[in-house]
């Protein structure tokens, strides 16, 4: 139980394209989910968390207006990186947690999508 | 912002002996977790300890807390090639939110 899915895995795009990213709980209903994103050998970066319903709140840092996200339902949350540039090219993880029933102190994670802006 | 220093970077020990990696953390917390990432792939969940435990077990994993200190180790038993991942850690809050650490490198030779 517990499972995060993400899609696409990978993404190649062209700089200036917008890329969306899906994060899916399959088996659980997702309260609150978070977006990261993490650079080759290094630690995870949260970007913004979200809640079913309600508006991301962002990181300090982290443009709401580049980075759009979206929590339409208790099962989806999207990341839309607009107008993408080569510095955005990284690995982007989503995590969940499940309120009621799974407790709100485990994130489990999605697979992750690598990012690549050429 | 990281949550803090994790030690050391990088290890390398041989199949069957004992790892040992240390964080430590910065804010005030509600649990300390740890988590372990394969190369290219998600977070999977190890452990978690809440901030009024000193000590937690779960297989060949220990996990210890020192909130004096504000530090935490994770022991790994009798190592295997298939521990070779990177091993982070995370500070909780009670709303959920983790703050990661800079992670541990393991590799395990068979």
């Known amino acids: 139980g517990a499972v995060v899915s993400q899609h696409p895995s990978r993404v190649i795009c062209k700089s200036g394209t917008s890329v969306k990213i899906e994060c899916r709980s399959l088996?659980?209903?997702?309260?609150?989910m978070f977006w990261y994103r993490q650079f080759p050998k290094q630690s995870l970066m949260l970007m913004a968390t979200s809640n079913e319903g309600s508006k991301a709140t962002y990181e300090q840092g982290v443009e709401k207006d580049k980075f759009l996200i979206n929590h339409a339902s208790l099962t989806l949350s999207t990341l839309t990186v607009t107008s993408a540039h080569p510095e955005d090219s990284s690995f982007y993880i989503c995590s969940a947690t499940g309120g009621a029933t799974l407790g709100t102190d485990t994130q489990y994670f999605g697979p992750g999508t690598r990012l690549t802006v050429l | 912002s990281q949550q803090g220093e994790e030690d050391p970077q990088a290890l390398s020990i041989q199949e069957g002996e004992n790892a040992t990696m240390n964080c430590s953390y910065k804010?005030?917390?509600?649990?300390l977790q740890w988590y372990r990432q394969n190369s290219g792939r998600g977070l999977v969940h190890l452990i978690l300890?809440?901030?009024?435990?000193r000590e937690k077990h779960s297989g060949r994993l220990r996990v210890t807390l020192d909130t004096s200190k504000k530090s935490s180790s994770l022991l790994i038993t009798a190592s295997r090639a298939a521990d070779t991942a990177s091993y982070f850690c995370a500070g909780g809050t009670s709303y959920g939110k983790l703050t990661f650490g800079q992670g541990t490198i393991l590799t395990v030779h068979p």
């Open positions: 804010t005030s917390i509600n649990n």
């Open positions: 300890i809440r901030s009024n435990e």
């Open positions: 088996d659980f209903q997702a309260t609150t």
